[in-house]
């Protein structure tokens, strides 16, 4: 339910559209207006003009205030340019950047508000926050490069970080029946866009503009959607169904699928009537290695990606007894678990770097290392080996890591004599490219280093105006999570492109702010910081789930250890918000912060008052908090870097000068099912 | 009131002591006084003194009365020992506990109304004995505990929460304690940590009776507009003998920045040093009459002196003046104490 710039009171609905800070004084703290009418669909058409109206009001005033700014500011500047400034908390980012994991999530899904609600059982509210944001909530939580978790707060007090990834795995697991809250496609627009590859990029591009009327065609060259999902992720890490739900629930909106059919000229793609196309191909080719005998021994060794698309769709199911696997990123982790699974007994995963350089993930690697998959690092292929035409072995030098004055590596051979490992089979995961054979060269698409085609960083639209990239196939390997940010954006430009709008005038975020007291000392979240340990995800028996492809390896937390861990999370988004105005100087924030982080000191510039605080704040990631001057000519500075947000400044303030007040963000999409919003009752859930 | 705990997490770059102690390991349970209570800002300098000072919390006795003051120490220092005396009686514990065992830093915390009301009598006895403790008044000039009601040390001048006016003039503990023949006596305010905790680190290595007399805002009944122990009025009218105070620990030399002429150092008794930086003209706080007279002349121009008011570091404690033996009373076994026949035989035939 599309609500933006809505509320209800007394059951009709009004027109809100929040004012920065710096403008309160003038216009108030939001612009609102009754639409007077009780029916939503009329609302959400009537909005429109006066949001603009509002909008404009708002830019005419901000202009006359920079203006006046202008004058004075030259002349205050001059006089204070050793002084920090008052801190613009209306800044968007400002808040954004204290809630970390968000902020690191490349689609911003707002992490400590579905946490909350998985710790309330709302795992249906869960899902649907997580499932506005990222698309594939189910996925996500067993496949994501999770880019929240190392920026998890909770490791700067020397902690592990809350399991978001799998917390997330909870909300789908536990949502029940979500699908009355899946929006219904409206009433076609007439505009027709066409998506090549039905990876996570181009799914999140179909639901953005499904649901906003837009007719969309799905190429695949495989069988079934899913791209990478399907075929590179192994079922023991990803069961087909939960790829099944997730992608079905997309197509299901209504986008029209065209399965085995590989887009083979964009040329003639680009002469039928689609009004743009979004080109979320992956990278879809392994590289191989050319060394002595690969071409004699090709029968045994395998491309990693293809072997494993090729036990998705069932055409392989078995391997020799000893298989070697070369790389040390994830794919080898999935080839090497995958061998195992088939039937191999000896498998070896093969290094060239050292072991700390490796590209998998953390704990994909220790989960290979759990079944037993040794491996061995530092050691440089040379040759396939083979005996009457048939691969039995393979030749590695010995070599060490040397690093230069700049952190550049390079491996210098021991000088040991080489080493010879036996083996049926070899399993090549040593990266992934691109290739645009399919694309001609002549039609208005440049092509730019290493043969990728030219796409803004913003828009991701490509030199030719009609056509997008997004996903692995825009700018080479990344993650899922990176396809659902880039398909989200794309979306917002096909949109723009579609309506004749600027392309480079990108929508604004919502945010909202909102006190959470609820009595002199109680808050609407729970702040008293859990001191367990990260809760470790329950196992399958090894015994099953080593002989069979499809036992999920991970059972996922259960909802007492869901509870337990969600406890974990410092909910980051509460955010501590001062009132100059009320602050008395006592002292009693200072003593009670258990982190230090509150000073009142002179002011100075930011680098000399990053030392002067009760503990420098050296970690200029995250920003000083400054307050405007004090009755003792002092100012408030926070140190956002180590906040706990526990709220015992906000508790022990006599004078309500700090408030715990919730920040909700949200990336702004052409889709929003308003996470902001209590979904059965029909209203802001913060107002 | 606040419920939780506060959280263990603390800075991961929190300063380490020479006990190999953070800050956080002086503190006790939350404060449950009124949040913003001038008393709880009295205890986090009292656990920043400490920690400083590296004192082993197991070496210090909190000694208190009763009134919001004599709660505080149980939000500070966790694993020292302490007592809750009967209202006003604290000095005895203290001279007590003291004799048993001098070899414990003796913490005493009182109000306005444990000592200047109904201890009074025990105060000062305790001043005029030496006796080795720090006492710290935190004063806020009325009785927040019982609603607000005017205490001993209220200003003529102020006015209640409820508009009364007070009827009695004030009494000056400071000035008081100085007449008594305490040997430290410093005034400060508790929304000042930078004076607070140089001079609870000067009068804890003090040898004798410190005191020090802070005014600490109630924040609940005496934070209006017409009291004179608000925050904003402390701000308005502080006047401090030295615009720096600084305690320099044992073994430190002073740095150049510390000029001589307008600085005073003045060597405590342990080897550390209490150094007040552009201290006023003609003001010698090692003389006992130009301290009454600053005293009686700030007040007549209606401000509050704070700093170090007075100090003697030379003076005898009580344990000097009784002559007791080194070795802790507590600690004396039957054979110290009772010397055998023939050492009372020796001494009797020495008086024949």
């Known amino acids: 339910m599309d609500t933006k710039y809505l509320f209800k009171r007394h059951n009709t609905w009004w027109v809100k559209v929040a004012v920065p800070r710096t403008l309160k004084k003038e216009l108030g703290f939001d612009l609102r207006e009754s639409l007077k009418t009780h029916d939503l669909n009329e609302a959400q058409k009537l909005r429109w003009p006066i949001v603009d109206q509002f909008k404009s009001k708002i830019n005419i005033a901000r202009a006359r205030l920079e203006n006046k700014n202008l004058e004075t500011k030259s002349l205050i500047n001059a006089a204070t340019h050793n002084h920090m400034p008052v801190t613009d908390t209306s800044d968007p980012q400002y808040y954004h950047k204290v809630v970390d994991c968000q902020y690191a999530c490349p689609a911003h899904t707002p992490v400590p508000e579905y946490i909350r609600q998985i710790s309330q059982g709302n795992y249906a509210d869960a899902y649907m926050i997580n499932w506005d944001s990222n698309v594939f909530p189910g996925i996500l939580g067993r496949t994501c490069d999770r880019p929240c978790e190392p920026a998890c707060r909770r490791t700067r007090t020397h902690e592990k970080p809350v399991a978001i990834c799998r917390l997330k795995r909870v909300a789908y697991d536990h949502k029940g029946d979500i699908r009355d809250r899946l929006p219904k496609a409206p009433k076609k627009n007439g505009k027709k866009i066409a998506l090549i590859g039905a990876g996570p990029a181009s799914l999140t591009v179909a639901r953005d503009l499904v649901t906003l009327g837009y007719e969309l065609v799905l190429f695949e060259k495989d069988p079934q959607a899913g791209g990478l999902m399907r075929t590179n992720i192994p079922a023991f890490r990803l069961p087909v169904e939960v790829l099944d ?72 199911t078995s391997i020799g007894k000893k298989v070697i696997v070369l790389g040390g990123g994830n794919t080898a982790m999935d080839c090497c678990r995958s061998s195992l699974r088939l039937g191999a007994e000896d498998v070896k995963v093969i290094v060239r770097s050292p072991f700390e350089d490796m590209k998998a993930s953390e704990w994909e690697i220790e989960d ?47 000088g040991e004599n080489p080493i010879i490992m036996e083996c049926d089979d070899v399993l090549v995961a040593i990266g992934q490219y691109n290739a645009y054979q399919w694309i001609e060269r002549d039609i208005g698409i440049e092509f730019g280093e290493w043969d990728m085609p030219v796409v803004d960083k913003t828009t991701f639209q490509s030199t030719h105006k009609k056509i997008f990239f997004g996903g692995d196939a825009a700018w080479g390997p990344e993650n899922i999570i990176w396809a659902v940010a880039h398909g989200h954006q794309a979306a917002i430009s096909i949109d723009k492109l579609c309506k004749g709008e600027d392309l480079t005038n990108r929508p604004d975020p919502m945010t909202n702010l909102v006190s959470q007291k609820m009595g002199v000392h109680e808050w609407s979240y729970d702040n008293d910081i859990s001191q367990d340990k990260r ?29 337990e861990e969600a406890q974990r999370c410092l909910n980051c988004d509460v955010q501590t918000v001062f009132t100059e105005s009320k602050c008395i100087e006592c002292d009693a924030c200072v003593d009670i912060c258990p982190t230090d982080t509150i000073n009142f000191i002179a002011n100075d510039s930011e680098e000399e008052l990053r030392k002067k605080l009760r503990i420098p704040a050296i970690n200029k990631d995250q920003d000083l908090l400054v307050s405007e001057q004090l009755a003792t000519k002092r100012v408030m500075v926070k140190d956002e870097d180590m906040c706990v947000h526990c709220g015992l400044c906000a508790e022990r303030c006599p004078t309500a000068a700090w408030d715990m007040q919730t920040f909700l963000y949200e990336e702004s999409r052409t889709y929003s099912n308003c996470t902001s919003m209590d979904i059965k009752n029909n209203q802001p859930k913060y107002a | 009131m606040t419920y939780i705990t506060k959280p263990v997490n603390h800075h991961p770059r929190l300063k380490i002591n020479k006990l190999g102690l953070t800050r956080r390991d002086y503190e006790g349970p939350v404060s449950t006084l009124c949040a913003g209570c001038g008393h709880d800002s009295i205890s986090a300098a009292i656990v920043e003194a400490c920690f400083q000072l590296n004192i082993a919390a197991h070496q210090v006795a909190k000694l208190s009365g009763i009134g919001c003051s004599s709660k505080t120490p149980g939000y500070f220092l966790k694993q020292s020992h302490g007592f809750n005396s009967v209202h006003g009686r604290m000095p005895s514990i203290a001279t007590g506990a003291n004799l048993a065992n001098h070899e414990l830093t003796y913490l005493g915390v009182s109000g306005d109304g444990d000592t200047a009301s109904i201890g009074m009598g025990q105060f000062v006895h305790a001043v ?18 019982t609603k607000g009601q005017f205490s001993a040390t209220s200003d003529i001048e102020s006015k209640s929460k409820y508009g009364e006016d007070n009827l009695f003039p004030a009494i000056d503990l400071a000035g008081m304690a100085i007449h008594l023949g305490a040997s430290f006596v410093a005034r400060s305010f508790s929304g000042d940590k930078e004076q607070l905790v140089p001079l609870m680190k000067a009068a804890l290595s003090h040898k004798g009776f410190s005191l020090i007399d802070v005014i600490s805002p109630c924040v609940t009944f005496n934070n209006h507009k017409n009291s004179t122990k608000s925050y904003d009025y402390i701000r308005e009218h502080n006047d401090s003998v030295a615009s720096m105070t600084d305690f320099i620990p044992i073994g430190n030399t002073i740095t150049g920045s510390y000029k001589q002429g307008k600085n005073l150092d003045i060597p405590l008794h342990d080897g550390s040093i209490l150094s007040l930086q552009k201290i006023s003209k003609n003001y010698n706080p090692e003389n006992k009459i130009e301290a009454i007279k600053k005293i009686q002349q700030s007040e007549q121009q209606g401000k509050v002196l704070t700093g170090l008011l007075y100090i003697n570091p030379k003076a005898k404690d009580l344990k000097e003046t009784l002559d007791i033996v080194d070795t802790p009373l507590n600690k004396l076994v039957e054979k110290d104490l009772c010397p055998g026949k023939e050492k009372i035989n020796q001494i009797n035939s020495s008086l024949k």
């Open chain 1, 245 to 316: 739900e997730e992608v079905n629930q997309i197509i299901n909106l209504g986008v029209e699928t065209r399965f085995n059919s590989e887009i083979k000229s964009m040329k003639s793609l680009l002469e039928e009537d689609f009004d743009a196309i979004f080109v979320g191909t992956g990278a879809p080719k392994g590289r191989d290695l050319f060394i002595d005998s690969r071409e004699e021994g090709k029968k045994n060794i395998h491309i990693g990606i293809d072997w494993l698309t090729s036990i998705a769709f069932e055409h392989t």
């Open chain 1, 368 to 414: 290979a290392m759990e079944e037993r998959i040794p491996i061995i690092d530092n050691h440089v292929p040379k040759k396939f080996l083979l005996k009457k035409g048939k691969l039995v072995g393979m030749e590695f030098e010995k070599v060490k890591p040397e690093y230069d004055k700049n952190g550049k590596r390079s491996l210098i051979p021991t």
């Open chain 1, 535 to 563: 809760f470790l995800v329950p196992h399958a028996d090894q015994k099953v789930s080593l002989k069979n492809l499809k036992v999920e390896v991970e059972l996922g937390y259960d909802e007492k250890l869901a509870f």
């Open chain 2, 128 to 145: 005029r004995r030496q006796l080795n403790v720090v006492y710290i008044i935190e004063n806020n000039g009325t009785y927040g505990l």
